[in-house]
């Protein structure tokens, strides 16, 4: 079972307010992704991090930002909430040496909904 | 035109069937294919990874890959109540994670 952990797990704010997505992990992982995913849709990368202090934006436009300051931690920030943000937030990780390199090892998710 | 195409669904069997899954893809560079499931309210989690061309096979699941037809399916024997959940095709053109591309999900369910 994967060690990622995400808070919260549903937050429903209003539009203009500043929010943060935590995401931590156990195993060490160099890279670290943030998803969005809405109903019926493909799960879009927004951020990715190679390690610690590098990150990069990710294949979908996203007003978000992150950090990477410790390796087990890669937060997302949203200075001003829109409705527009309204998604499922999906946190990952990965091990290159591994199994599998291409695998994937994701949280349960951050259910954002903005007022 | 997405890269990778997959029916949403929903899929409804009855407990015991043989479910088929599919996903097809417009991108010949992609070598690597994974199946990933996601159950209500929880993150994916990998079910079977392939590499290139064939079948694999791990207990009631089996993957396959049509790279000359660009077709990849997902099939699942004896289908349990506890297969209900959302199948995402992903793929890849090297086996980094940070070129995944996923499919949209099917949403199937297992009668009892």
């Known amino acids: 079972e994967a060690d990622i952990y995400q808070t919260p797990r549903y937050l429903v704010i209003g539009t203009g307010k500043k929010i943060t997505l935590e995401c931590s992990q156990t195993m060490g992982h160099d890279k670290m992704y943030w998803y969005q995913q809405d109903p019926g849709m493909e799960l879009h990368l927004i951020h990715y991090?190679?390690?610690?202090?590098?990150?990069e934006k990710g294949d979908l436009s996203s007003e978000s930002t992150v950090s990477r300051i410790r390796t087990e931690h890669f937060p997302l920030t949203l200075e001003s909430a829109r409705p527009s943000h309204t998604s499922q937030y999906l946190c990952a990780s990965s091990d290159p040496s591994g199994r599998w390199a291409g695998e994937l090892f994701f949280g349960e998710g951050s259910r954002l909904t903005v007022l | 035109q997405k890269e990778v195409e997959q029916d949403p669904g929903p899929l409804s069997v009855p407990e015991g069937a043989i479910v088929s899954l599919n996903c097809t893809y417009s991108?010949?560079?992609?070598?690597?294919f994974m199946w990933y499931r996601q159950y209500s309210r929880k993150g994916p989690e990998l079910l079977m990874y392939t590499y290139s061309s064939g079948n694999k096979e791990d207990g009631r699941f089996t993957a396959q890959v049509d790279k000359s037809s660009k077709y990849i399916s997902l099939f699942i024997r004896d289908s349990q109540p506890s297969d209900s959940a959302t199948y995402l095709c992903a793929m890849s053109p090297s086996g980094s994670a940070r070129q995944l591309t996923f499919g949209s999900g099917t949403q199937l369910t297992v009668l009892p």
């Open positions: 991090s190679y390690g610690v202090n590098s990150t």
């Open positions: 991108n010949s560079a992609f070598q690597y």
